[in-house]
């Protein structure tokens, strides 16, 4: 059944849009599962800690811009426009995953923590944006736009590292051109 509200429709097809380009329904319903930031959090101090263990330490805090931004984010359209609860799982769940898929390999992991850095660099500050304009119509509607060029980002780097046949040195590359962009 259709919703009425043009802003959750925008929400509700990027979800349907991701779920889709998953076409995995137990990767969709583990990223469901990840309802937080503090369950990021402590993926990320768990993957410190085995990098501690094999001395292998990574710069982590390369991801800390792109987490505070989204966390903006999540506060804005929690409250603002009072999304559903499953839209706050679809931005905690997938960077979760991607920081533990990744972390198998040096140079993918370092990938997605410079491509997360230069996404946190250029995500807005939600907070400043919702205090600026006043029309919650406009600003609903933008922050669906967001949404769906997050789940976008998320989708086309969980599909690299779902592909068990292709090695880590082309998602590198893509990663590392994404970046560059």
């Known amino acids: 059944m259709a919703t009425a509200d043009p802003i959750q429709r925008i929400f509700d097809a990027a979800q349907r849009e991701f779920k889709n380009g998953l076409d995995n329904e137990n990767l969709f319903q583990d990223i469901l599962a990840v309802t937080n930031i503090d369950q990021v ?41 009072q999304v559903k609860p499953e839209v706050l799982c679809l931005i905690w769940g997938p960077i979760r995953l991607l920081l533990l898929w990744s972390s198998e390999t040096k140079k993918s992991f370092d990938a997605i923590l410079n491509i997360t850095a230069k996404i946190g660099e250029l995500l807005p500050q939600f907070q400043e944006v ?32 779902k592909l068990r046949s292709m090695s880590p040195r082309p998602v590198v590359a893509l990663m590392t051109r994404l970046i560059a962009q």
């Open 130 to 161: 919702v205090e600026l304009f006043g029309d919650k119509e406009q600003i609903a509607a933008t922050m669906g736009l967001f949404f769906r060029d997050i789940l976008d980002f998320y989708l086309i780097a969980l599909k690299f590292f």
């Open 41 to 81: 959090y402590d993926a990320i101090e768990m993957l410190q800690e085995k990098q501690r263990k094999q001395d292998s330490l990574r710069y982590l805090a390369r991801a800390e811009p792109f987490l505070k931004r989204l966390q903006s984010y999540a506060s804005v359209i929690e409250v603002f426009i």
